[in-house]
């Protein structure tokens, strides 16, 4: 920015000035063939005005050299990627100085202690701050990234300005949320016709209740799925959002504390399943009241089986309730059962029709006459999930259970550990585990016992939240254990 405040002008580059100048309303002016201010301040707006000044000379060709004169000072070796704004090596001194005075104002300058490391010199706040700049591709000083220094620039001092001067207001946004009486907590309750009143102590386990929002009894104590209403088979299970930090086009409000989401990029943060949008800082504050959008949900395999079920508003994967449907209908005599593998085109083939079709595929036996083609593709929608039926956040506790010795206080450690898990993994493993009961029930056709089917879905349905090879061995035995005990006292676990 010397090329404003104090750098020689070319003739051509007066003429520019001069018209920038004008276009300002005489806030910069032209004395001795210098650049000066005639404002001890400048907008936010004139700075947006001045940082593109250096880019439209470059761009313009009036700036083509990568050594570039200010007065007696040569800078040489810009990178490409920089225009007038770099001063080369320089301490902070020399910068504090050639931005004095002129807030808003910025350089770039080479270290002089780390050559190849260059820093971004701000005039904010009648001080000289002074930020580590990195480029990629793209220009940033910390998560945002922007395609031109100009845009950084700009962007930090609307983050500063507003930091200043709203800092006690920004600090009390969340004390008092509209979440809940407008905008995405609206639409959420037109979907969903009543809530379940929770309480922060309350059991995470959850109750089935009439049609009069009555408790129903409980099927057994240790039951945990999600909450439902008769009159329209709601499945209340919690998920928490998939906030991403997203860019805005024009003006947006935060849904949390109602307030703008200020900055050129990345305002805030936005749900990708269920399109809520607030500010980062509010995001800590949203409740696990996710309701996906079908919309946004491209796929039934690989995806979050929290995210699909809430989706589907269903409360077991389609992909489960169809297969173990199929197999219990023609397939429990079937010898090796889960063992054998299917062909893994056809296999594939059922990935795509449920990807496509949901729970209208077809996978009857006119067109999947191998029943290990169905198995193969259950076993295969398990392995893809992101996040396991028994979740990286249970799975050491369950090993650690498993490697206890004394019968009963295993079985005690399983139990708790089951507690755990989120309620549509919970309720998806309890549906498998009778299924899988049902399959040993036919042990003398199909040759499966619980200890068979345990070393096929041990490292199916568990994973070590490490992608360690080293680990998934040394606790394949405890794992192929955990189903082995989940099979053989399904109804006392579950």
């Known amino acids: ?174 004390t008092n949320p509209i979440y809940e009486h407008i905008g995405y907590a609206t639409l959420l309750r037109e979907k969903v016709s009543r809530r379940l009143s929770r309480t922060k102590n309350e059991s995470r386990k959850a109750s089935v209740t009439s049609e009069e929002n009555t408790p129903v009894e409980k099927i057994t104590s240790l039951v945990r799925r999600a909450a439902l209403t008769q009159n329209d088979n709601h499945f209340n299970y919690e998920k928490a959002h998939n906030f991403k930090v997203h860019t805005f086009r024009g003006p947006h409000w935060c849904e949390y504390c109602a307030n703008f989401m200020w900055g050129l990029i990345a305002q805030g943060v936005r749900c990708s399943d269920c399109g809520l949008n607030v500010h980062k800082q509010c995001s800590k504050y949203v409740p696990n009241d996710c309701q996906p959008d079908l919309k946004r949900i491209k796929r039934v395999y690989c995806c979050d089986l929290t995210t699909l079920v809430k989706a589907h508003n269903t409360q077991r994967p389609m992909v489960v309730d169809s297969c173990i449907r199929e197999i219990e209908a023609r397939g429990l005599k079937s010898e090796g059962l889960y063992r054998v593998s299917g062909f893994t085109e056809h296999i594939e083939d059922v990935k795509m029709a449920f990807d496509r079709d949901g729970d209208k595929a077809d996978i009857s036996a006119s067109i999947y006459p191998d029943i290990n083609i169905i198995a193969g593709a259950l076993k295969l929608y398990f392995r893809d999930l992101p996040i396991p039926v028994i979740t990286y956040d249970t799975y050491s506790k369950f090993i650690e259970a498993a490697k206890i010795s004394n019968p009963d206080e295993r079985l005690e450690a399983i139990h708790e550990v089951l507690m755990l898990l989120p309620a549509a993994h919970y309720e998806t493993l309890r549906y498998l585990m009778i299924h899988l009961k049902k399959v040993t029930l036919h042990e003398k056709e199909n040759f499966m016992n619980a200890e068979n089917l345990g070393i096929v879905f041990g490292p199916t349905l568990m994973r070590p939240p490490e992608d360690s090879t080293l680990a998934t061995l040394n606790d394949m035995r405890y794992q192929k254990l955990i189903v082995q005990i989940l099979i053989e006292n399904e109804d006392v676990l579950f």
Not at 42 to 53: K, P
Not at 73 to 83: A, D, W
Not at 121 to 129: D, I, K, M, P, S
């Open 1 to 174: 920015m010397t090329a404003f405040r104090s750098g020689l002008l070319t003739p051509a580059e007066t003429e520019f000035w001069t018209l920038m100048s004008e276009k300002l309303g005489g806030n910069v002016v032209l004395l001795d063939n210098k650049l000066v201010s005639e404002k001890k301040h400048f907008s936010i707006e004139d700075v947006c005005h001045l940082g593109t000044v250096d880019q439209t000379l470059h761009s313009s060709g009036m700036l083509k050299n990568t050594s570039l004169q200010y007065g007696n000072h040569t800078v040489e070796n810009r990178p490409k990627y920089y225009g007038r704004e770099f001063h080369g090596i320089i301490s902070r001194e020399q910068a504090d100085e050639i931005l004095a005075g002129v807030e808003g104002a910025y350089i770039l300058r080479e270290s002089q202690r780390q050559p190849g490391c260059y820093t971004l010199a701000l005039r904010f706040g009648n001080q000289t701050l002074n930020y580590r700049l990195f480029y990629d591709g793209k220009h940033f000083v910390g998560e945002k990234r922007f395609e031109s220094i100009h845009d950084l620039v700009t962007d930090g001092l609307i983050t500063l300005y507003i930091e200043t001067k709203a800092s006690e207001y920004i600090s009390k946004m969340t």
